[in-house]
C-alpha cells in the first residue's frame, strides 16, 4: 500500500514563508504526477500546484510567484515552498500522487493525511 506523509505545516505570520514536505513510500511504484491541494474551512478542495514526473509544473493563479512546486525523483518526494503567505492561505494542505505500481497499468490516486498551514498574526 502505497503512503504519502506530510510534514512542514504550521503557524505563520503574514509575509512569512513555510515549506510542506511529502514522501511516499510503500513498495515499488513509479510516480506521474505529484501536486499539493488545500481545503479551507467551508470551502471546495482546490488545487494549489502539479509536477508532473517530465519536471513541467502548473500552479493556481492564487499562488503564482509565491509558491514553488519541486520534487526530488530518488527520494520520491515532493516540496511546496510558500513564500509571502496570506491569512487566505490559511488551510489544509493535502499531497497528492497518480501512481503506477510495478506489475499493473492502471494508475492510483493517492492521497496524504493533509497538514494544517495557519496564516495569522
Known amino acids: 500500500q502505497v503512503q504519502l506523509v506530510e510534514s512542514g505545516g504550521g503557524l505563520v505570520q503574514p509575509g512569512g514563508s513555510l515549506r510542506l514536505s511529502c514522501a511516499a513510500s510503500g513498495g515499488r511504484f513509479t510516480i506521474r504526477t505529484m501536486a499539493w491541494y488545500r481545503q479551507a474551512p467551508g470551502k471546495q478542495r482546490e488545487l494549489v500546484a502539479l509536477?508532473?514526473?517530465?519536471?513541467?509544473?502548473n500552479y493556481a493563479d492564487f499562488v503564482k510567484g509565491r509558491f514553488t512546486i519541486s520534487r526530488d525523483n530518488a527520494r520520491n518526494t515532493v516540496y511546496l515552498q510558500m513564500n509571502s503567505l496570506k491569512p487566505e492561505d490559511t488551510a489544509v494542505y493535502y499531497c497528492?500522487?497518480?501512481?503506477?505500481?510495478?506489475?499493473?497499468?492502471?494508475?492510483?490516486?493517492?492521497w496524504g493525511q493533509g497538514t494544517q498551514v495557519t496564516v495569522s498574526s
Open positions: 509536477q508532473a514526473s517530465g519536471g513541467s509544473t
Open positions: 497528492n500522487a497518480l501512481i503506477v505500481r510495478w506489475g499493473t497499468v492502471s494508475p492510483s490516486n493517492v
